[in-house]
Each structure stands twice: as structure tokens, then as C-alpha cells.
């Protein structure tokens, strides 16, 4: 069993009639025009791989198919409530994916539709997967800069920088960390609130590790070696139960763009 995930990206104009198709669907296919709405729709599928073909699906039957079916929904939805000037909220997008689940769903068999991400922003997306399609996941990511240094004092130096290389510098090192939170609420008439959830995190995480030793300014790691596993688990401790009716459901956490780490609790 496989699982294959294919990005679509387009744009909307809300002030147009219709978008510019455009040829360049690593940008945005439709390509928008002027000032508009870029949005892009991760689709992953589940299944086998065909013996004569050697794939799971064609991806360009992925994107055919997103932009028949998906864009139109997207585009038409967009129009109507910025004619009205009506806000699209957290519910509405929500509505949107859950329609263009309704008409992916049985385009791609035998394979099977696992989830739906609408990437709203560069660090913020909504998704939907197949188990549970009452729930909604909401992710953003946040930045923070701090220093710490890998140490135990139950090692000797030696052993401290066989294990923990230049990571044991006696004086430290910093990152610029990024983290990123995923919480998973109802689907259904959701009033969340973006602001909010950002307040949250910022003061009940943000605040105590931004521009800090890690080591020296936050007592959790005074007896715990900060290393980005633990920080991750840190961090969900700091956030869980903090979301009112939603509920904490991953955090990932970023030391380097090639070094993250995951927790779920």
C-alpha cells in the first residue's frame, strides 16, 4: 500500500469574471490576475501500484481533476461572497473542503482519498481526512530564536561531545526554531477564531522560549536536555487543554529546515 500526495496550486480574482488559465501550474494554474487569492489543495490518495503502469494514480489526472471539479467550487464561492462583501470564515472554508471531498471522492479508484489540505497561506492550512470527517485540523507555524547546549552531567566531556558533537559547546549554540501546531475541532458550525488561537500559543509557549537560554532561562530544562524531541514535548505540555473545545493533536518543531521532530502526546 502507497500513499501519493499531489499539491494544486491556482488563484482566484474576486473581482474577475474568470481567471487567466495561465501555463505555469508551479506557480498557480488558473494563474489569477492582479491581486488574488492564491490557494493551493494537497491531495493524498491511498492505494496499490499498478503492475502494468507502476503508479499509484497519474498525477495529471490529480490535477485534471482538481481543477474541473475543486477550482470552480473555490472560484465560485469566492465571487459570490466578495460581491456581497461577505466574510468567508473558518466555517465556510471548512464547508469548501468537505464539498471537494464530496467531488473527489470517487474519481481516482482503486485508489482511495485519505486527505484534503487547503494550504491558505505559507504557514497556515485546514485539513480533512478520511479517519474522522467530522473533524476539521487547523496548523500554523510560529518562529521563535533560542540558545541551548546538549549536555549531560552524567557523561564526561568526552563522552558529551562523542554523543552530542558541536551541539556540546561548553558556551552554546542558537537556532532559529520553527514550530509548527496542529489542533482538530468539530467540522461541523465551528466559530474558531484565528487571533485567538495565535494569542495562545504565543503566550503560553512563545513568550517563555523566545530569545532564551533554554538551558539557563527555562526551568523545565534545568534537569532535561533541550534537544528538539524534548522541546517538542515541552511544547504540547505548555498547549494541551489550552484550546477551549478544540483539542491539541500534533506538534512539530523545526531546529533546522532539515531537522524536525514531531509529537502527538
Not at 34 to 56: Q, R
Not at 169 to 184: A, L, M, Q, R, S
Amino acid at each position: 500500500m502507497h500513499e501519493l500526495a499531489r499539491q494544486v496550486r491556482f488563484s482566484v480574482n474576486p473581482f474577475l469574471s474568470e481567471d487567466c488559465t495561465g501555463s505555469n501550474s508551479f506557480a498557480s494554474k488558473p494563474a489569477g490576475e492582479g491581486l488574488s487569492i492564491f490557494l493551493e489543495l494537497s491531495v493524498e490518495l491511498v492505494g496499490d501500484v499498478g503492475a502494468e503502469t507502476g503508479l499509484v494514480v497519474n498525477v495529471t489526472d490529480i490535477d485534471r481533476d482538481v481543477r474541473k471539479f475543486v477550482v470552480p467550487l473555490f472560484a465560485g464561492r469566492i465571487r459570490q461572497d466578495f460581491r456581497r462583501a461577505r466574510h468567508i470564515g473558518f466555517s465556510v472554508m471548512t464547508e469548501l473542503l468537505g464539498s471537494a471531498w464530496g467531488r473527489l471522492a470517487d474519481k481516482f479508484v482503486p485508489a482511495r482519498l485519505n486527505k484534503l489540505s487547503l494550504k491558505l497561506n505559507p504557514f497556515r492550512k485546514i485539513a480533512i481526512d478520511s479517519g474522522d470527517m467530522d473533524m476539521v485540523y487547523f496548523s500554523e507555524k510560529f518562529e521563535f530564536a533560542a540558545m541551548h547546549k546538549l549536555w549531560n552531567d552524567d557523561f564526561s566531556e568526552e563522552q558529551n561531545f562523542k554523543v552530542f558533537g558541536k551541539c556540546a559547546n561548553p558556551t552554546g549554540h542558537g537556532h532559529n526554531y520553527v514550530i509548527e501546531v496542529t489542533i482538530k475541532m468539530s467540522a461541523a458550525g465551528n466559530d474558531f477564531r484565528i487571533g485567538y488561537f495565535e494569542k495562545t500559543v504565543d503566550d503560553e509557549l512563545i513568550k517563555l522560549v523566545d530569545h532564551r537560554n533554554l538551558n539557563a532561562d527555562v526551568d523545565q530544562f534545568s534537569g532535561t536536555i533541550p534537544t528538539i524531541e524534548n522541546i517538542a514535548i515541552f511544547a504540547w505540555n505548555k498547549l494541551v487543554r489550552q484550546f477551549g473545545e478544540a483539542t491539541l493533536h500534533c506538534v512539530t518543531v523545526w531546529e533546522t529546515d532539515k531537522t524536525c521532530c514531531s509529537y502527538y502526546g
